[in-house]
């Protein structure tokens, strides 16, 4: 499956990195922390309840208040 330009800039993905070739045979998602390091990665299907609560593991919780809408 494919993404053109437009899909990628309108869903806000400019800065997702994909990795090609290797002998994977399964996609892998792989949360990767503010430093460069793995924090965490998956081989299967992880909903997103799952993958917010690693994300407030490894930056902490929101603050809501200190949030600015766009």
Request: a negative charge; aromatic letters at 4%; proline letters at 6%.
């Given at each position: 499956?494919?993404?053109?330009a437009?899909?990628?800039?309108d869903?806000?993905?400019e800065?997702?990195?994909?990795?090609?070739g290797?002998q994977?045979?399964?996609?892998?998602?792989?949360?990767?922390?503010?430093?460069?390091t793995?924090?965490t990665?998956?081989?299967?299907f992880?909903?997103p309840?799952?993958?917010?609560?690693?994300v407030?593991?490894?930056?902490?919780?929101?603050?809501?208040?200190?949030?600015?809408?766009?």
């Amino acid at each position: 499956m494919t993404c053109n330009a437009a899909t990628i800039r309108d869903l806000g993905m400019e800065n997702v990195k994909v990795s090609q070739g290797g002998q994977t045979t399964m996609p892998r998602v792989r949360l990767v922390g503010p430093d460069g390091t793995t924090v965490t990665e998956w081989g299967e299907f992880e909903g997103p309840a799952e993958i917010g609560l690693e994300v407030r593991k490894a930056l902490g919780d929101p603050v809501y208040s200190q949030m600015q809408a766009e």
